[in-house]
Protein backbone atom coordinates (compact mmCIF):
# COMPACT_ATOMS: atom_id res chain seq x y z
CA UNK A 1 0.00 0.00 0.00
CA UNK A 2 1.56 3.15 -0.99
CA UNK A 3 -0.13 7.10 -1.02
CA UNK A 4 -0.69 7.30 -4.63
CA UNK A 5 -4.02 4.33 -3.18
CA UNK A 6 -7.26 5.38 -3.04
CA UNK A 7 -7.62 4.88 1.17
CA UNK A 8 -11.46 4.87 1.96
CA UNK A 9 -13.17 1.51 1.58
CA UNK A 10 -15.79 1.18 -0.95
CA UNK A 11 -19.12 3.06 -0.82
CA UNK A 12 -17.88 5.15 1.98
CA UNK A 13 -19.10 8.18 -0.35
CA UNK A 14 -22.68 5.77 -1.54
CA UNK A 15 -25.35 8.12 -2.51
CA UNK A 16 -23.71 11.39 -1.16
CA UNK A 17 -24.53 14.23 -3.73
CA UNK A 18 -21.13 16.06 -4.15
CA UNK A 19 -20.64 19.71 -5.93
CA UNK A 20 -17.37 20.20 -6.60
CA UNK A 21 -16.55 24.27 -8.12
CA UNK A 22 -13.60 24.32 -10.57
CA UNK A 23 -14.08 20.10 -11.16
CA UNK A 24 -13.61 20.29 -14.36
CA UNK A 25 -9.35 20.54 -14.42
CA UNK A 26 -6.76 19.64 -12.06
CA UNK A 27 -7.44 18.91 -8.52
CA UNK A 28 -10.67 19.59 -8.83
CA UNK A 29 -11.08 17.09 -11.30
CA UNK A 30 -8.88 14.42 -9.42
CA UNK A 31 -10.64 14.92 -6.09
CA UNK A 32 -13.75 14.49 -8.44
CA UNK A 33 -12.80 11.29 -9.73
CA UNK A 34 -12.13 9.38 -6.17
CA UNK A 35 -15.63 10.66 -4.99
CA UNK A 36 -17.07 9.00 -7.75
CA UNK A 37 -15.30 6.08 -7.38
CA UNK A 38 -16.40 5.59 -3.81
CA UNK A 39 -19.76 5.81 -4.67
CA UNK A 40 -20.53 9.87 -5.15
CA UNK A 41 -22.63 11.42 -7.22
CA UNK A 42 -20.71 14.73 -8.65
CA UNK A 43 -21.98 17.89 -10.18
CA UNK A 44 -18.58 19.72 -11.23
CA UNK A 45 -18.68 23.85 -11.97
CA UNK A 46 -16.38 26.40 -13.69
CA UNK A 47 -16.81 29.03 -16.63
CA UNK A 48 -15.92 26.54 -19.14
CA UNK A 49 -19.04 24.02 -20.22
CA UNK A 50 -16.70 22.40 -22.89
CA UNK A 51 -14.12 21.55 -20.53
CA UNK A 52 -16.23 20.46 -17.72
CA UNK A 53 -18.37 18.25 -20.56
CA UNK A 54 -15.17 16.67 -21.69
CA UNK A 55 -13.82 16.06 -18.06
CA UNK A 56 -17.60 14.75 -17.07
CA UNK A 57 -17.75 12.35 -19.72
CA UNK A 58 -14.37 10.75 -18.69
CA UNK A 59 -15.26 10.75 -15.60
CA UNK A 60 -18.15 8.76 -16.05
CA UNK A 61 -16.42 6.09 -18.27
CA UNK A 62 -13.50 5.73 -15.77
CA UNK A 63 -15.79 5.22 -12.55
CA UNK A 64 -19.33 4.29 -13.95
CA UNK A 65 -20.82 7.22 -11.92
CA UNK A 66 -22.96 10.11 -12.52
CA UNK A 67 -21.33 13.47 -13.17
CA UNK A 68 -23.42 16.77 -13.83
CA UNK A 69 -21.35 19.66 -15.67
CA UNK A 70 -22.96 22.78 -15.31
CA UNK A 71 -21.25 26.20 -16.50
CA UNK A 72 -21.05 29.11 -13.76
CA UNK A 73 -19.07 31.73 -12.86
CA UNK A 74 -18.89 32.14 -8.85
CA UNK A 75 -18.77 35.40 -9.30
CA UNK A 76 -22.56 36.28 -9.89
CA UNK A 77 -24.53 35.27 -7.29
CA UNK A 78 -27.61 34.60 -9.37
CA UNK A 79 -25.80 32.16 -11.95
CA UNK A 80 -24.23 30.54 -8.71
CA UNK A 81 -27.96 30.03 -7.10
CA UNK A 82 -29.18 28.95 -10.53
CA UNK A 83 -26.70 26.49 -10.89
CA UNK A 84 -27.24 24.98 -7.50
CA UNK A 85 -31.11 24.97 -8.03
CA UNK A 86 -30.02 22.78 -11.56
CA UNK A 87 -27.87 20.30 -8.99
CA UNK A 88 -30.36 20.39 -6.77
CA UNK A 89 -33.39 19.14 -8.83
CA UNK A 90 -31.03 16.90 -10.72
CA UNK A 91 -30.04 14.80 -7.95
CA UNK A 92 -32.97 15.70 -5.75
CA UNK A 93 -30.14 17.18 -3.26
CA UNK A 94 -26.90 18.66 -2.62
CA UNK A 95 -24.71 16.80 0.76
CA UNK A 96 -21.14 18.25 0.16
CA UNK A 97 -19.94 21.37 -1.84
CA UNK A 98 -16.05 21.54 -2.74
CA UNK A 99 -15.16 25.11 -2.69
CA UNK A 100 -11.77 24.91 -4.89
CA UNK A 101 -12.13 26.97 -7.99
CA UNK A 102 -9.41 29.30 -7.53
CA UNK A 103 -7.68 32.32 -9.41
CA UNK A 104 -4.11 33.43 -9.15
CA UNK A 105 -1.68 35.53 -10.58
CA UNK A 106 2.01 35.71 -9.69
CA UNK A 107 3.21 39.48 -10.07
CA UNK A 108 4.71 41.66 -7.77
CA UNK A 109 1.88 43.60 -5.88
CA UNK A 110 2.49 47.32 -7.22
CA UNK A 111 2.24 46.19 -10.87
CA UNK A 112 -1.34 44.80 -10.31
CA UNK A 113 -4.10 47.17 -11.32
CA UNK A 114 -6.77 47.34 -9.10
CA UNK A 115 -9.37 45.37 -11.76
CA UNK A 116 -6.50 42.62 -11.50
CA UNK A 117 -6.52 42.45 -7.78
CA UNK A 118 -10.61 42.32 -7.62
CA UNK A 119 -10.25 39.40 -10.32
CA UNK A 120 -8.66 37.31 -8.13
CA UNK A 121 -10.49 38.71 -4.23
CA UNK A 122 -13.77 37.77 -6.49
CA UNK A 123 -13.30 34.84 -7.52
CA UNK A 124 -11.91 33.22 -4.22
CA UNK A 125 -13.43 34.60 -1.86
CA UNK A 126 -16.63 36.35 -2.93
CA UNK A 127 -16.77 33.58 -4.88
CA UNK A 128 -16.62 30.93 -2.21
CA UNK A 129 -19.01 32.98 -0.37
CA UNK A 130 -21.52 33.11 -2.52
CA UNK A 131 -21.54 29.40 -3.19
CA UNK A 132 -21.66 28.85 1.35
CA UNK A 133 -24.57 30.99 1.88
CA UNK A 134 -26.35 29.64 -1.29
CA UNK A 135 -25.72 25.84 -0.26
CA UNK A 136 -25.98 26.96 3.28
CA UNK A 137 -29.12 28.85 3.35
CA UNK A 138 -31.13 25.72 1.52
CA UNK A 139 -29.31 23.10 3.91
CA UNK A 140 -30.49 25.51 6.78
CA UNK A 141 -33.95 25.80 5.05
CA UNK A 142 -34.75 22.30 4.63
CA UNK A 143 -32.89 21.12 8.21
CA UNK A 144 -30.61 19.28 6.41
CA UNK A 145 -27.05 18.61 7.45
CA UNK A 146 -24.27 19.27 5.13
CA UNK A 147 -20.08 19.52 4.54
CA UNK A 148 -18.20 22.13 3.25
CA UNK A 149 -14.83 21.67 2.20
CA UNK A 150 -12.68 24.81 1.17
CA UNK A 151 -9.20 24.57 -0.69
CA UNK A 152 -6.91 27.03 0.55
CA UNK A 153 -3.24 27.11 0.93
CA UNK A 154 -0.34 27.31 3.33
CA UNK A 155 0.00 31.09 2.99
CA UNK A 156 -3.65 31.95 4.10
CA UNK A 157 -2.02 31.30 7.41
CA UNK A 158 1.48 32.46 6.87
CA UNK A 159 1.16 35.00 4.12
CA UNK A 160 3.19 35.05 0.45
CA UNK A 161 5.10 37.90 -1.48
CA UNK A 162 3.85 37.90 -5.32
CA UNK A 163 0.13 36.37 -4.54
CA UNK A 164 -0.96 39.05 -1.97
CA UNK A 165 -4.50 38.94 -3.80
CA UNK A 166 -4.94 35.23 -3.21
CA UNK A 167 -3.32 35.14 -0.22
CA UNK A 168 -5.90 38.11 1.12
CA UNK A 169 -8.79 36.26 -0.40
CA UNK A 170 -7.75 32.69 1.07
CA UNK A 171 -7.30 34.09 4.45
CA UNK A 172 -10.57 35.14 4.22
CA UNK A 173 -12.23 31.80 3.33
CA UNK A 174 -9.88 29.87 6.02
CA UNK A 175 -11.77 32.56 8.61
CA UNK A 176 -15.03 31.35 6.76
CA UNK A 177 -14.21 28.41 7.42
CA UNK A 178 -13.55 28.59 10.91
CA UNK A 179 -16.06 30.85 11.87
CA UNK A 180 -18.88 29.29 9.95
CA UNK A 181 -17.85 25.93 11.80
CA UNK A 182 -19.05 27.36 15.21
CA UNK A 183 -21.94 28.84 13.67
CA UNK A 184 -23.42 26.43 11.60
CA UNK A 185 -22.37 23.07 13.41
CA UNK A 186 -25.22 23.24 15.62
CA UNK A 187 -27.13 23.16 12.48
CA UNK A 188 -25.72 20.04 11.37
CA UNK A 189 -23.09 22.03 8.89
CA UNK A 190 -19.43 20.93 9.28
CA UNK A 191 -16.91 23.44 7.57
CA UNK A 192 -13.09 22.21 7.33
CA UNK A 193 -10.42 22.91 5.03
CA UNK A 194 -7.35 21.52 3.35
CA UNK A 195 -4.19 24.13 2.78
CA UNK A 196 -2.18 22.22 0.05
CA UNK A 197 1.57 22.69 -0.62
CA UNK A 198 3.12 22.15 -3.79
CA UNK A 199 0.68 19.46 -6.23
CA UNK A 200 1.54 20.24 -9.73
CA UNK A 201 -1.34 20.61 -12.17
CA UNK A 202 -1.26 22.09 -15.63
CA UNK A 203 -2.88 25.27 -15.42
CA UNK A 204 -1.68 26.38 -12.04
CA UNK A 205 1.77 25.10 -12.03
CA UNK A 206 2.07 26.44 -15.89
CA UNK A 207 0.52 29.94 -14.24
CA UNK A 208 2.80 29.72 -11.59
CA UNK A 209 5.97 29.12 -12.09
CA UNK A 210 5.96 29.97 -15.97
CA UNK A 211 9.38 29.21 -17.88
CA UNK A 212 12.55 28.68 -16.21
CA UNK A 213 10.69 29.35 -13.07
CA UNK A 214 9.92 25.73 -12.50
CA UNK A 215 13.74 25.40 -12.37
CA UNK A 216 14.84 28.25 -10.65
CA UNK A 217 12.44 27.54 -7.72
CA UNK A 218 11.87 23.52 -7.90
CA UNK A 219 8.98 23.13 -5.36
CA UNK A 220 10.30 19.82 -4.73
CA UNK A 221 13.29 21.40 -3.62
CA UNK A 222 12.04 23.38 -1.04
CA UNK A 223 9.96 20.24 0.75
CA UNK A 224 11.55 18.62 3.50
CA UNK A 225 10.29 15.49 2.24
CA UNK A 226 11.69 16.02 -1.27
CA UNK A 227 8.86 15.87 -3.83
CA UNK A 228 5.58 17.21 -4.74
CA UNK A 229 2.13 15.80 -3.57
CA UNK A 230 0.62 13.13 -5.49
CA UNK A 231 -3.07 14.19 -6.47
CA UNK A 232 -4.49 10.82 -4.71
CA UNK A 233 -2.96 11.70 -1.36
CA UNK A 234 -4.76 15.24 -1.68
CA UNK A 235 -8.03 13.13 -3.02
CA UNK A 236 -7.76 10.34 -0.09
CA UNK A 237 -7.97 13.76 2.30
CA UNK A 238 -10.79 15.41 0.64
CA UNK A 239 -12.39 12.27 0.50
CA UNK A 240 -12.36 11.91 4.53
CA UNK A 241 -13.66 15.02 5.21
CA UNK A 242 -16.44 14.66 3.06
CA UNK A 243 -16.90 11.15 4.64
CA UNK A 244 -18.94 10.31 7.29
CA UNK A 245 -15.44 9.23 9.16
CA UNK A 246 -15.05 12.83 10.05
CA UNK A 247 -17.76 13.51 11.39
CA UNK A 248 -15.92 14.98 14.70
CA UNK A 249 -13.98 17.19 12.18
CA UNK A 250 -15.07 20.70 12.66
CA UNK A 251 -13.48 24.07 11.29
CA UNK A 252 -10.38 21.94 10.99
CA UNK A 253 -7.47 23.39 8.30
CA UNK A 254 -5.26 20.45 7.39
CA UNK A 255 -2.23 20.94 5.97
CA UNK A 256 -0.48 18.30 3.48
CA UNK A 257 2.42 19.86 1.73
CA UNK A 258 5.70 17.20 2.94
CA UNK A 259 6.26 20.50 5.72
CA UNK A 260 7.19 22.68 3.25
CA UNK A 261 5.61 26.08 5.24
CA UNK A 262 7.40 25.05 8.19
CA UNK A 263 10.76 24.63 6.06
CA UNK A 264 10.41 28.52 5.08
CA UNK A 265 9.50 29.37 8.44
CA UNK A 266 12.29 27.90 10.96
CA UNK A 267 15.06 30.22 11.97
CA UNK A 268 17.53 27.70 11.47
CA UNK A 269 16.24 25.19 8.62
CA UNK A 270 18.56 27.20 6.10
CA UNK A 271 20.97 24.45 7.42
CA UNK A 272 19.49 21.90 5.29
CA UNK A 273 22.29 23.10 3.05
CA UNK A 274 24.93 22.26 5.49
CA UNK A 275 27.32 19.26 4.74
CA UNK A 276 28.52 16.33 6.59
CA UNK A 277 31.91 17.70 6.20
CA UNK A 278 31.23 21.31 7.29
CA UNK A 279 29.79 19.79 10.33
CA UNK A 280 32.22 17.96 11.19
CA UNK A 281 34.71 20.80 10.86
CA UNK A 282 32.19 23.05 12.78
CA UNK A 283 32.49 20.21 15.91
CA UNK A 284 36.00 19.77 15.66
CA UNK A 285 36.91 23.04 15.38
CA UNK A 286 34.59 23.96 18.93
CA UNK A 287 36.15 20.80 20.78
CA UNK A 288 39.45 22.76 20.23
CA UNK A 289 38.18 25.24 21.57
CA UNK A 290 35.78 24.43 24.37
N1 LIG B 1 -0.93 39.17 -14.07
C1 LIG B 1 -1.42 40.37 -13.68
N2 LIG B 1 -2.63 40.85 -14.09
C2 LIG B 1 -3.36 40.08 -14.93
C3 LIG B 1 -2.91 38.81 -15.36
C4 LIG B 1 -1.63 38.36 -14.90
N3 LIG B 1 -1.13 37.18 -15.27
N4 LIG B 1 -3.85 38.28 -16.18
C5 LIG B 1 -4.85 39.16 -16.25
N5 LIG B 1 -4.57 40.26 -15.47
C6 LIG B 1 -5.39 41.44 -15.28
C7 LIG B 1 -5.98 41.95 -16.56
O1 LIG B 1 -5.11 42.82 -17.22
C8 LIG B 1 -7.24 42.65 -16.06
O2 LIG B 1 -6.96 43.89 -15.50
P1 LIG B 1 -7.22 45.29 -16.37
O3 LIG B 1 -8.66 45.27 -16.74
O4 LIG B 1 -6.87 46.36 -15.39
O5 LIG B 1 -6.28 45.21 -17.52
C9 LIG B 1 -7.67 41.81 -14.87
O6 LIG B 1 -6.52 41.06 -14.46
C10 LIG B 1 -8.77 40.85 -15.21
O7 LIG B 1 -8.33 40.06 -16.31
P2 LIG B 1 -9.35 39.32 -17.27
O8 LIG B 1 -8.56 38.44 -18.19
O9 LIG B 1 -10.30 40.31 -17.85
O10 LIG B 1 -10.17 38.48 -16.20
P3 LIG B 1 -11.15 37.31 -16.41
O11 LIG B 1 -12.20 37.52 -15.41
O12 LIG B 1 -11.55 37.11 -17.82
O13 LIG B 1 -10.26 36.04 -16.02
C11 LIG B 1 -9.01 34.63 -14.64
C12 LIG B 1 -9.47 36.03 -14.88
C13 LIG B 1 -8.14 34.65 -13.39
C14 LIG B 1 -10.21 33.75 -14.34
C15 LIG B 1 -8.25 34.05 -15.82
O14 LIG B 1 -7.02 34.71 -15.92
C16 LIG B 1 -8.06 32.56 -15.71
O15 LIG B 1 -8.83 31.82 -16.27
N6 LIG B 1 -7.03 32.10 -15.02
C17 LIG B 1 -6.80 30.68 -14.87
C18 LIG B 1 -7.27 30.20 -13.57
C19 LIG B 1 -6.21 30.34 -12.57
O16 LIG B 1 -5.72 31.42 -12.30
N7 LIG B 1 -5.86 29.24 -11.97
C20 LIG B 1 -4.88 29.25 -10.96
C21 LIG B 1 -5.47 28.68 -9.75
S1 LIG B 1 -4.29 28.74 -8.46
Redesign the pocket.
Known sequence: MNYKEGMLVHGALDNQVILVTGGGTGLGASMSRYFLSLGAKLVISSRKLAVLEATADALEKETGGLVLPLACDIRDHNAVSEMYGKAKSHFGKVDAVVNNA????I?PTQ??????FH??LD?VLKGTSNMTLIAGQDWIKDQKSGVFLNIVTTYASTGSAFVVP?AAAKAGVLAMTRSLAVEWGPLGIRSNAIAPGPFPTE??WE??LPGHMAEKFNPAKRVPLGRVGDHQELANLAAYLISPFSAFVNGEVITIDGGEWLQGAGQFNGFREVKEEEWNALTSKRKKTD
Open positions: AANFSRLSPNATIISGARL
